[in-house]
């Protein structure tokens, strides 16, 4: 039998595998919420992704997104993401079943199904899952941490195999084996640096890793002269941060934060803009606490939580040191994310759930060691595997994204409500802006649309994104433009502003960017854009979007036939995408109605609303006014 035919090898091979065809076969088909379109955009142009910039997931995408296969790069950059996860599995088998066998002499069935069970347990977790099928960057994140994890404690790991040899036979294997020993050091510390140039919330291993660092090497001359030799593979693979000033200095299509100077890098890297989120409050903290907990339980169809109140006691009895590690990183990732006050926080959350996962292989394998006394054989091992079946069932249509086409049929339906050469103002990022990147840099659609994203215009970078797209709708209000950078030059560097100031700047470059255009193309507003920007001009509903006009007069509003699939699809930004379509049609009956008394029309759009919001009062009140 060759190594790699062997069971250690073999199995979490095939844990990979079995996850992986899972993972397609509930792959997204395209563009999903949030952050999948501008990620896919500058994955595809070798650009600069929001903070902290992700520079080895750009580069590692930027390959997938070119590979000669399959039909655009949105798909082959979602099978990216099911790969990267898979193969996480296959390495936490591995790390697994390194635990679950370390220091024991008798190892028989039960390590090795008790590994591939909490490969499963975590593959099949509803946030671990939901990384699997669409782009983003924690299915990378999530391979890093685990390769970090397993690396780190081989190599820790091997110090005490080195102390249990004699003197001699430490003279006897001489240079070689140390030089082996420290190669797994500089592996850790590359994959380290590696790892915090995908996403920062690596350093949340920090506080485990130092501690069993010094606990198992010492804290004497050696362990420290170590450190400091890992530092040179560190900086090595961090040095990959360098893509950033070079890339942003040839001013890429997708250019986030400009960081192409010492000082935008440093806010780029450090995440500056997203800092006000970051240990905001104490009730955002219990706010985001009581989320982890509520859903906690539901997180492994409960079967993989029941199996980690198991496996921490057994821990503890075999290997104090090895419990202290993992219940720090658990705590480690839970103190920090709690204290992030943003909506999409469950990815925040990955370190914790791989930590309960390994607590459930201990789990596993104590219910393994029960069985062991029952007559049988194979089938004890097949039951431990078969635990996976519980979140794999429950957790399919929460995580399935086979048939989720809401992100794309939107966008292309926005489209489809503005005319020719428009100029439109929205921050609907979730829904359709951040898509539109990857629609107009990467397939070229609606490349006449000049997309503007309201609340980006609050970042200085962003104007230099617009100058080099749209560089007449910058010279058109270039006197309104500088004014406003002026004073939001003094709120980026911290000095003395005056917030009344900045507003009144902002709010008058977007009406010069309104009064400018307004003779030369059409210009619109999505239905978000509060009123004060638009005061004076007519918001005329144009399909998903509000035409303005300098007049009071009445103008036949146009609607394109909607393009609509799985609808059914629950979930915060399902439902807000439903309302989009609902209020819609409800602001066509209302001008309909209140402009020309046209009672058929709005009971009509009244009818088409109730499609996507069944049963809401306001539209059902609306619909019975219009039939008087």
């Known amino acids: 039998m060759t190594r790699f035919m062997k069971p250690e090898w073999f199995l979490p091979a095939g844990t990979g595998v079995a996850s992986l065809a899972v993972y397609l076969f509930t792959l997204a088909p395209g563009l999903t919420f949030i ?18 910039g992700y520079p080895l997931f750009t580069l590692i995408g930027w390959v997938f997104a070119h590979f000669p296969a399959g039909s655009e790069p949105i798909v082959r950059l979602n099978a990216m993401a099911a790969l990267f996860c898979a193969a996480g599995i296959a390495l936490f088998t591995r790390l697994l079943l390194f635990l679950l066998t ?13 590994s591939a069970g909490a490969g499963l347990l975590l593959a099949f977790s509803e946030t671990y899952w939901s990384q699997a099928t669409a782009i983003e960057v924690y299915s990378l994140h999530c391979l890093l941490l685990i390769s970090v994890i397993y690396v780190f404690l081989l190599a820790s790991d091997q110090r005490s195999a080195g102390d249990q040899r004699s003197a001699g036979d430490q003279r006897s294997a001489g240079k070689g084996w140390n030089a082996g020993r420290e190669a797994l050091w500089w592996l850790f510390a590359y994959l380290l640096g590696l790892s915090f140039t995908n996403h920062m919330t690596t350093i949340l291993l920090a506080p485990a890793f130092l501690y069993y660092y010094f606990a198992r090497q010492g804290a004497g001359a050696s362990s420290w002269k170590r450190v400091g030799f890992m530092s040179i593979p560190f900086l090595l ?118 930590t309960t996962a390994i607590w459930a292989g201990f789990g596993l394998l104590a219910v393994g060691n029960m069985l062991a006394r029952l007559p049988g054989g194979a089938w004890k091992g097949a039951l431990l595997t078969a635990s996976a079946i519980f979140p794999l069932v429950v957790n399919f249509p929460l995580v399935n994204e086979r048939d989720n086409h809401f992100v794309g049929d939107y966008t292309r339906n926005v489209f489809a409500s503005l005319q020719p050469d428009a100029l ?14 990857y629609e107009q840099l990467v397939l070229g659609v609606r490349t006449d649309l000049t997309v503007v994203d309201k609340e980006l215009l609050r970042r200085s970078w962003y104007f230099v994104h617009l100058q080099k797209r749209h560089p007449e709708l910058i010279q058109g209000s270039r006197m309104e433009v500088e004014a406003f950078l002026r004073e939001l030059e003094k709120f980026e560097h911290g000095t003395p502003y005056n917030p009344a100031v900045i507003e009144a700047r ?34 005329a509903p144009e399909g998903l979007a509000m035409r303005l006009y300098p007049d009071t007069l009445f103008h036949p509003v146009a609607m394109p036939e909607f393009i609509v699939r799985g609808m059914e699809r629950d979930g915060r930004l399902e439902k807000q995408t439903r309302r989009l379509y609902a209020g819609a049609y409800m602001a066509r009956g209302d001008y309909y109605l209140s402009r020309r008394s046209d009672r058929a029309e709005a009971r009509n759009c009244y009818e088409k609303a109730l499609l996507f919001m069944p049963g809401d009062p306001v539209i059902l009140q609306r619909r019975s006014a219009a039939a008087k």
């Open 506 to 539: 902002y709010a008058a470059m977007i009406r010069s960017f309104i009064e400018k255009n307004l003779s030369l193309r059409p210009v619109y507003v999505t239905d978000e854009i509060e009123a004060q920007y638009t005061a004076g001009f007519q918001r």
């Open 35 to 52: 952050d999948s379109g501008e990620l896919a955009t500058v994955t595809s142009v070798l650009g600069i992704a929001h903070p902290t």
């Open 237 to 354: 693979g961090l040095s990959l941060y360098l893509y950033l000033p070079i890339r942003a200095a040839q001013n890429p299509p997708m250019n986030w934060g400009n960081p192409s100077t010492l000082e935008h890098l440093l806010w780029h890297f450090s995440g500056k803009q997203y800092q006000v989120w970051i240990f905001s409050s104490s009730s955002a903290a219990w706010k985001q606490l009581s989320y982890f907990l509520r859903n906690f339980p539901a997180e492994f169809a409960y079967a993989g939580g029941l199996l980690a109140a198991m496996g921490v006691p057994v821990l503890w009895r075999r290997d104090r040191r090895l419990f202290i590690f993992t219940a720090l990183l658990f705590v480690g990732c839970i103190a920090y994310s709690i204290n992030y006050d943003i909506y999409d926080i469950d990815s925040y959350f990955l370190l914790a759930y791989i």
């Open 102 to 114: 370390r220091g024991n002499t008798r190892q028989g069935r039960e390590p090795l199904a008790a």
């Open 424 to 437: 439109v103002f929205s921050y609907q990022w979730d829904n359709w802006v951040s898509a539109a990147f």
